[in-house]
């Protein structure tokens, strides 16, 4: 639930710009990787400060790529918005890894912040998101994670490799296919939590009794979570697409077109999960009802049936002196037998009324 | 539920715009049939390769018709791409049949992704969803379907027999012909499931015993899986009567608007539905609630009468040695006569709260 | 509830435009009505045929007004078709009384459907809808009535009499007075269904044991389906008002404005009454769990109270040879006196508890 | 209820335009009041007929203001129209006191119609209420109430002596300040109303017995009526803000400003209200279902206490000749050991499930 | 509750730009600060009237702040409107402490009123508010607060100390630093608020006994509140950055962006919790039902067992003279044995039905 605003005290008073990591683990070791690249050379090397990077990304043909990942101090962050002409309210946001997901453009450059969403283990089904930023400039991108996961392995590989059209494109398809990934992790988190969602169905409907009712009211705030950070994604991909600058070319608008449909259609899914688990709630308080209905009608079937048994045995178990039946001869068969009768009326009666 | 999402594996980390057929069954062998036609001649035959198109499709003043169905491979969709001038990210989108439905113009093309409606078997009433793809370019139309059903077949019976207006017509009729066959299947949908909603009506106000509440929510779940189709054809063909471009002639939107009606009246047509099965759920729960009050009552009569009766039977069994009513002569009738007295009291007391 | 979709299998695989009826009584004989007015002159004659229109409806300064009502025939829609120019799309959709209500400009025409409401009984409170088409076109209006009811008959009256503003003014005035007329029916039937609202909600102030919930949930349906045609009709008006084209005088509109705002108003008081029934909902889910409380508070304090008192005297009722107690004097009156304590103390528990 | 819609029967049929008078109380006399003033001068008197209007309001400078209360006949209502060039549509509306709020600009007028609020009586909490149609012309301001009350007599008084600026300000003032006074009244509902969600509030977080949970729903209708009137007047405010016509000078609107912040201000503070009767729903449910399970705990405990001690009793009742523990010295206390530890596990069962 | 609405009978009937009051607590004594600075000096004094104000902040080119708190008399509203050109109903706005949350930008002003939510004690939770009403002229920023509470001490602090950009700043950057200041108030609230919700989670998560269900429902009105007067502030800060007027410079409204950001990132917060509430309330049912079940299934098992024994003990505890079993010599281990029978068969039925 704090996964919904992290605490801000360290930031409190300071003034606007102030640089101040929030992040919850502050010693994740601070990596930085320079990848530059034409369509016919690759170079890929891990930089100790920044002053390297000046060095390495000279040709203007090429594109570069700063991947910086883990808990970034104050220093190298006035470094790189030096470096790139970055305003410092952007890199205060980069620091504040509790921002809202969004896209800004100004000063020739863009810049986005999105969630990346990760199980934090199998069993629970709790998701949590890693903030990752992306600066999108003249023949450079620059990304920021707080985790130093191999999130972006699979497009290193494509760029190393030459796989696709990342290497003949420039820096804006770069940052198309850094977005694209971290949608496509969106897609992992849906089909997991779906597929609870899913067993959760088939438990209901084979009405187990252990069934958790718990576990429906978490997937749905789960669902909530993923659904918060991937809207403003969709939406911020939509301000790209409409976007009038030319940061981005036209020929690489189809391809954020395309995450963009992948961005509602996941949207909608998360939506049509909810959907689902909405009607699980109904289902399973109708389920509930249902068992109730059939316990009380157990119990009511049998006190019904033996309260008037039990008070006739108690009638002929009194101990009057003078009680005529008691001396008959068939008295005890007879009263056997009005206890039967009494007893099949009422099996009659509960019968007609369908109970049983 | 599965439904909403197919299973990504087989394209992760793959870059954009890769060729990977996600249909669940990878064997349906593909079948290609060309129809070429002009207001005054024919030409339907099948394909074993695309380069048979090229020599067909000569005629520049006739419409071909390019219909291919099962599990298409890449490179007939790399030929498709080459031959049509398609962008390999739009061929992308044939192949991923877990695509949202759409609608894009581009390059002078028009593609459109739509949903087509089965009833996968009449009893469960479960709707799967078949994909079907469409380009309207100048002169041609290129359909994809994941299976060989007959879907188009009354079209095609048009186009044989010069039915209706498709002959006469350019291909941006064909277009819309294919949409507004896609569009019946809906109505067919709704209708089937509309049904069992009312169905479901008759039971509830006869009270059965064995109704099941469970169908409800899975009516409830179909019709929000038919929503969440049917949705986007209608904004796509809202955006196509929008649409500046002149793919589409001003006398064919007239066709368009009229199947935009269409769309329009299902998407009303299910909200309805669904609004009659938020009310169902609503029924079920007051009579579920109605019953339960019922039984008891019946147990809280019937434990409140006996109760007091058997608490008299109970004092007169007892055994002490001094108990001045049992050596009354008429002790017994006496004590018959107070349960009597008691019973009627309840049954008054009970008849005055209306429990009876 | 099939009210929703009437069916469609006669249209399926039909190419569009084709001209079949889709009513559900096929054989309400058809009955065509033209009248022809100018501010001092009225002419009014049932026709046989619509070549007599043609002879009738000669002056240009006339106002010529076709009504055609029952279960329409192909030919007499080719024949409308051809003689006021009306495409084949408009034709079918007057055919198809299924037809979503809707307002269409084209070809200097103003097309419109729109849905008159009918109580079926006075006691079931079911709504029914017929399907009246209106075209407006140069110096006529043509419209389609489903049955031969009067609907129309004040209209008639103030063209025959005179009265008010019809017969001075042009044909956009009558196309206008048209709809106001079924708008009338709108608030007929709100106002009905409204009663047994607040006859409900009576019923339920009073906690009556007889209360149908089924009522709420029914009437719930009813204004569903009032409102499914009401809307289209205010969202028609909304159109007409903002249409820039000349087929409707600028003075006319002051009158379609006022339509306007009653149909908005219409809209308005049916989700006025939908919230009411929500209401009445939670109002009815309250009153059955207070007294299924109240039920059971009841039970519980008899069983409560005679439980311990039974259990007394069934110690006294056994058989032991050594019982002490029982051959005490005063035994019996011990015991009594043990019972009355305990029933006096549980009294007073219940009394603390607030549950007598 | 039928509060939302008044019956209709005496207009049905007959033209648009028509003046009949729809109010419940035709008998209220007619008062009509002129107020005639400029900077420097003040007239008021009571009018007989319009006649008198006309020769009063001669000087072109003054702001006449013409106070018309009462059942208005059609003949006053055709001198208004004559006289000040009302289209008879607009005298239809006011005739028509159940006509929704709305604000209309035609032929240099600018004619509003609003919904004042009453508190019926003060121990039901119902609103009632009362139709006021103004008019705003060049000079002049015409308004119609439906009861003589007294409501706009702080206005006369300001106008009397002077006070704030309405005396040295144009008729758009005036109209203005009648429309704030009846937005003050909305105050007035809204903070009874709220008065009311508050003490019921109070009374639930007490958990009173005699809770009334009617009085939710009924508060729940009140605000919705409140609603429906006050949303109108918000939007009527802002369509008047954003006129481009000059009706309204601009000094003056920066008041109708003010009075659309207050309109904003009551709708949002009506839905706020709205919310917390849907919580109290929600806590009062709540409560019921607690109430519920602590009543049936009680019954469980005691049942299940005594239901196998009553057993053992009855064992030892039975009359069978041979049975050893009835010959034991101490079987008695045996017995009664026995139903000891059956009591205790039984209540120490209890305890662990934290029935007790 | 009343926090929706203060009393308003102060000011019932006075005409508009009344100067009144309408604050609690009247007494609060009223405290003017006067800031003035550049970027190389300060000047913080307090004043006791305006006049020195007049006197103060003569140098065109520096910044200066007017900080009024407590519950100002009209006599200094009249001072500051006439030497600030502020209008009368500004002013009266200021002093009507209910206000509802706007911008207001005209005659060369912009004019801010919001509200600082406040803890009213750590242990209810309950949120209060303080208005706050800042104007921003040509380089002067003037605010009011109610209370004289330190809020704004950390930004005296950044001017005096020279932090941040305050100090290099223009007018217009101190108005956002005000503004920004009671949104990071916002934070701190919903922070708390969050706390107490994940609190009722964990607590709901235990199954406690002694949860309090009123707690949801109060927090739910907590959280509502706050976005009543979260959600103004967030749309008058996108009005000020759409504003094209030039109070307010471009590098400035970066920052203002920043802030709307904050805005959003409260508001979707609050939606977030709240919509975590609902599932609560949801949780809270299910368990709540559950143990009704396991409860009423614990009673149905102990009686359903015990009656038929109870009854068989009460057959042979009869009196009647021939009743051949009662002389058997194994009667009564008979009588035991086919006891036993009995409640084992229930058992296994109770097994079977998985009830134990």
């Keep these: 639930m704090s996964r919904f605003l992290k605490p801000r005290k360290k930031r409190k008073g300071l003034p606007p710009g102030s640089l101040?990591?929030?992040g919850e683990s502050k010693n994740v070791p601070v990596e930085m990787t320079l990848i530059s690249y034409s369509p016919d050379s690759?170079?890929?090397?891990?930089?100790?400060?920044l002053h390297e990077a000046a060095k390495l990304a000279t040709n203007p043909k090429n594109v570069s790529w700063l991947n910086i990942t883990g808990s970034v101090e104050k220093s190298i962050m006035v470094d790189v918005g030096e470096r790139f002409g970055i305003h410092s309210l952007w890199l205060e946001d980069v620091l504040n890894t509790d921002h809202r997901p969004k896209v800004e453009e100004l000063d020739n450059l863009i810049f986005?912040?999105?969630?990346?969403?990760?199980?934090?283990?199998?069993?629970?089904?709790?998701?949590?998101f890693e903030q990752i930023s992306i600066f999108l400039g003249e023949g450079f991108v620059i990304s920021f994670q707080e985790h130093p996961a191999d999130t972006f392995s699979s497009i290193k590989e494509r760029i190393q490799k030459g796989l696709g059209n990342v290497r003949s494109a420039q820096a804006d398809y770069l940052f198309y296919a850094l977005i694209d990934r971290v949608i496509d992790d969106y897609y992992d988190a849906v089909e997991n939590l779906g597929a609870r969602v899913e067993k959760l169905d088939a438990q209901l409907r084979e009405e187990m009794d252990d069934f958790d009712s718990h576990k429906i009211i978490e997937l749905r705030n789960e669902f909530l979570?993923?659904?918060?950070?991937?809207?403003?994604?969709?939406?911020?991909?939509?301000?790209?697409?409409?976007?009038?600058?030319?940061?981005?070319?036209?020929?690489?608008?189809?391809y954020f077109r395309d995450a963009y449909d992948h961005s509602i259609h996941i949207v909608e899914t998360i939506d049509g999960y909810r959907e689902l688990l909405k009607g699980q709630v109904d289902a399973y308080q109708n389920m509930l009802n249902q068992r109730m209905n059939e316990v009380i009608k157990v119990l009511t079937v049998f006190a019904t049936i033996f309260t008037p048994l039990t008070f006739i045995a108690g009638v002929y178990g009194m101990n009057f002196r003078y009680m005529p039946e008691l001396t008959w001869q068939g008295g005890y068969f007879f009263s056997l037998g009005l206890m039967l009768v009494v007893a099949l009326a009422l099996l009659y009666y509960f019968k007609r009324k369908r109970w049983l």
Tied chains: 1, 2, 3, 4, 5.
């Design 20 to 22: 101040v990591y929030l």
């Design 42 to 49: 690759v170079d890929e090397r891990r930089l100790v400060d």
């Design 112 to 128: 986005v912040i999105v969630k990346l969403p990760k199980l934090e283990d199998k069993d629970s089904g709790k998701v949590s």
């Design 225 to 254: 979570f993923l659904r918060k950070s991937a809207v403003p994604i969709r939406d911020s991909l939509k301000s790209i697409l409409s976007s009038k600058k030319d940061e981005i070319q036209q020929s690489t608008k189809r």
